[in-house]
């Protein structure tokens, strides 16, 4: 499957699955503490570091409704899910 066959929401799971399993921590959803903590490890080759201030491309993103919905989406199904889990062992 393609980038362009995927859906906004697919993507933004798969870049979150492969900063979690490249960085061996998770800081969810925040653009910002990933940025952080790119910067200081350089996981991956990040090279958004050498400037001050944040990313445009990482701007852009906080700043589009879009985007900010799909996060929210994932978050509230996310949330569902670990609660339906924790309540449910046998749905694991």
Same mark, same amino acid.
Do not use: F
């Given at each position: 499957? $393609? &980038?362009?066959? /995927?859906? =906004?929401?697919?993507? @933004? /799971?798969?870049?979150?699955?492969?900063?979690?399993?490249?960085?061996? *921590?998770?800081?969810?959803?925040?653009?910002?503490? !990933?940025?952080?903590?790119?910067?200081?490890?350089?996981?991956? $080759?990040? /090279? !958004? $570091?050498?400037? =001050? $201030?944040?990313? =445009? #491309? @990482?701007? %852009? +993103? &906080?700043?589009?409704?879009? !985007?900010? +919905?799909?996060?929210?989406? @994932?978050?509230?199904?996310?949330?569902?899910? *670990?609660?339906? #889990?924790?309540? %449910?062992?046998?749905?694991?």
């Amino acid at each position: 499957m $393609g &980038l362009r066959d /995927r859906t =906004k929401e697919q993507l @933004i /799971r798969e870049g979150h699955r492969m900063l979690v399993q490249m960085c061996r *921590s998770d800081h969810g959803y925040d653009l910002i503490a !990933w940025h952080h903590e790119l910067c200081e490890t350089k996981a991956g $080759g990040y /090279r !958004w $570091g050498k400037r =001050k $201030g944040t990313p =445009k #491309n @990482i701007e %852009n +993103a &906080l700043a589009d409704p879009a !985007w900010r +919905a799909d996060v929210e989406k @994932i978050q509230h199904v996310d949330a569902e899910r *670990s609660a339906h #889990n924790s309540t %449910n062992p046998e749905a694991k």
